[in-house]
């Protein structure tokens, strides 16, 4: 199966793509294809000097079957080759760690007091279940 999917460079904690198609069962680094472009993280997302595409290549290799990963297809999305996909459902990755601390606590009293209320259903439907099978009970008593 093809896939179109970055490819790494670049030196220690300078990482350079590559956008390739390549057999999904070679190696992420190994052999490819063919080079469709690159994409360099570093860079603002403002400048020309972040990606460069061969959009023809890119649309004939999706002809012949080839699919985007979720960064090419995002990367793709941004370029206007493809409609941009749908963002994935990550909510906690996406909040700064210093950050979820706080949210969490906050998820955790909004279920307290989600549950609370429930507890209380819950008590008083007992109640009304043991008054309905009392008297059956001494239904059952009167008829021996």
Excluded: C
């Excluded at 950050?99 to 507890?119: G, I, L, M, S, V």
Aim: positive net charge; hydrophobic residues 30%; glycine residues 4%.
């Amino acid at each position: 199966m093809l896939k179109i999917r970055l490819s790494m460079g670049g030196a220690k904690k300078r990482p350079v793509y590559k956008i390739v198609v390549a057999d999904s069962r070679f190696p992420r680094d190994g052999r490819f294809i063919e080079k469709l472009g690159f994409f360099n993280p570093l860079v603002p997302k403002n400048k020309k000097d972040r990606m460069n595409l061969e959009i023809e290549r890119i649309k004939h290799w999706m002809s012949q079957g080839a699919k985007p990963t979720t960064r090419v297809a995002r990367i793709l999305g941004e370029a206007e080759v493809i409609p941009m996909p749908r963002p994935g459902n990550n909510p906690s990755k996406a909040i700064p760690k210093k950050d979820r601390k706080k949210t969490e606590k906050d998820n955790k009293q909004d279920t307290k007091t989600e549950t609370a209320p429930k507890a209380e259903e819950k008590k008083d439907q007992k109640p009304a279940d043991k008054k309905e099978t009392a008297p059956k009970a001494e239904k059952k008593k009167d008829q021996k």
